[in-house]
T-cell receptor
């Protein structure tokens, strides 16, 4: 099955800093998604981005499907950005078998 | 506010108990999912329902029994669980099994004694 790798595994930043999180996948992936899991366990869908670039406030994401990677940019980090960021995507062989990467744990210090 | 509602938020049960987790969505989505998440791990897919029919069972033990009474509801029946089944159980929905992002509920945190 498809493999989804995320980097870095952990990231500690000061409030106000910018960051880039990366997601690599082993095979063609459509319907790539980025999620934020807050400290209480809630998973929030940030972006549904099979290709191209999308922006939502301080967050933006870019997926280059032909090169099998996606990037999540967080600008002017706030403490509420802390948590775990997951990318997830299905392989073409099974569109509904959505596989999560191992996540990037982000800690924003005041 | 999440549009996928899960109950209960916390559940403690013994190994001989029978309990159920419930999930409801009102977004008109036709695919619903159960995921299991252990501490510091990513969510793992358990079941997928598409148009109220079970389409994927990821070799989940039979002590977990899913049910989809209608397009808005998804249940997970629990019986004779083991302590290692303690985890966060997440319900999600999407437009259908081929399209649309996943929207998750807040999860049900299960402890098996």
């Amino acid at each position: 099955g498809i493999q989804v790798e995320q980097s870095p595994p952990d990231l500690i930043l000061q409030e106000g800093a910018n960051s880039t999180l990366r997601c690599n996948f082993s095979d063609s992936v459509n319907n790539l998604q980025w999620f934020h899991q807050n400290p209480w366990g809630q998973l929030i869908n940030l972006f549904y981005i099979p290709s191209g670039t999308k922006q939502n406030g301080r967050l933006s994401a870019t997926t280059v499907a032909t090169e099998r990677y996606s990037l999540l940019y967080i600008s002017s980090s706030q403490t509420t950005d802390s948590g775990v960021y997951f990318c997830a995507g299905p392989g073409y062989s099974s569109a509904s078998k959505i596989i999560f990467g191992s996540g990037t744990r982000l800690s924003i210090r005041p | 506010d999440t549009e996928v509602t899960q109950t209960p938020k916390h559940l403690v049960m013994g190994m001989t108990n029978k309990k159920s987790l419930k999930c409801e969505q009102h977004m008109g989505h036709r695919a619903m999912y159960w995921y299991k998440q252990k501490a510091k791990k990513p969510p793992e897919l358990m079941f997928v329902y598409s148009y109220e029919k079970l389409s994927i069972n990821e070799s989940v033990p039979s002590r977990f029994s899913p049910e989809c009474p209608n397009s808005s509801l998804l249940n997970l029946h629990l019986h004779a669980l083991q302590p290692e089944d303690s985890a966060l159980y997440l319900c999600a929905s999407s437009q259908d099994r081929w399209n649309g992002g996943l929207f998750f509920g807040e999860g049900s945190r299960l402890t098996v004694l």
